[in-house]
């Protein structure tokens, strides 16, 4: 089981970037995936999520109406659009597959991508 994060970068604040999170291997379809973020010094903490099942979909507060998590199922891949972007967004992005519980919780997730930057300048 392998995740790959990609699309990070840097990109002025009220931009927008694009994460994805491809998935190989065994194929999870049970549940779904979700993002985090973590900067140095801080815990890694809950950003979006997607129910691959029934398309259900949870956010941070820090984040609802500016992130949108998807996914195509056929591409075993899971995407994160972010808008309007801030500089405290700033950080690693990592994905994770989800295994049942608290969507919110990290310790509810396995199988955690290898994390991508994103920075946001002022």
């Known amino acids: 089981v392998q995740l790959q994060a990609s699309g990070g970068g840097l990109v002025q604040a009220g931009g927008s970037l694009r994460l994805s999170c491809e998935a190989s291997g065994r194929t999870f379809r049970r549940y779904g995936m979700g993002w985090f973020r973590q900067t140095p010094g801080k815990e890694r903490e809950f950003v979006a999520a997607i129910n691959w099942s029934v398309g259900s979909t949870y956010y941070a507060d820090s984040v609802q109406g500016r992130f949108t998590v998807s996914s195509d199922n056929a591409k075993n891949t899971t995407y994160l659009q972010m808008n309007s972007l801030k500089p405290e967004d700033t950080a690693v992005y990592y994905c994770?597959?989800?295994?049942?519980?608290?969507?919110?919780?990290?310790?509810?997730?396995?199988?955690w991508g290898q994390g991508t930057l994103v920075t946001v300048s002022s």
């Open positions: 994770a597959v989800f295994r049942g519980g608290n969507w919110y919780s990290k310790y509810n997730y396995n199988y």
